[in-house]
């Protein structure tokens, strides 16, 4: 049974940064694909990144795109989320997920394709 905790959310004024961690146990290395997903209040659960444990590649939501960063530490079985340039628009609780499936872009962000599943860190950016 893998377990994932998430840490490093909080308050955060935009245009601010936060990293998001992920820890994950038993080794993240056994499984393909590590991501990131957030649900706003009254909106559904939205896929943000994720990263290919066997490769390193990464996908990325449009809205992120060039302001967060998903990267691991194998050695330390941690993945983490490095959140740049947030806004408003960003709050919510950010879940982090384990899969083992290969990636690609048309799958990435099904929530259906990950078996486990953290318990969730706020996020909330506001002025």
């Known amino acids: 049974q893998v377990q994932l905790v998430e840490s490093g959310g909080g308050l955060v004024q935009p245009g601010r940064s936060l990293r998001l961690s992920c820890a994950a146990s038993?080794?993240?290395?056994?499984?393909?694909?590590i991501g990131w997903f957030r649900q706003a209040p009254g909106k559904e659960r939205e896929g943000v990144s994720c990263i290919r444990s066997n490769d390193g590649s990464t996908y990325y939501a449009d809205s992120v795109k060039g302001r967060f960063t998903i990267s691991r530490d194998n050695a330390k079985n941690t993945v983490y989320l490095q959140m740049n340039s947030l806004k408003p628009e960003d709050t919510a609780v950010y879940y982090c997920?384990?899969?083992?499936?290969?990636?690609?872009?048309?799958?990435?962000?099904?929530?259906?394709?990950?078996?486990?599943w953290g318990q969730g860190t706020q996020v909330t950016v506001s002025s």
């Open positions: 038993p080794f993240t290395r056994n499984y393909y694909t």
């Open positions: 997920a384990a899969g083992v499936f290969y990636a690609g872009g048309s799958n990435w962000n099904h929530s259906g394709r990950y078996e486990y």
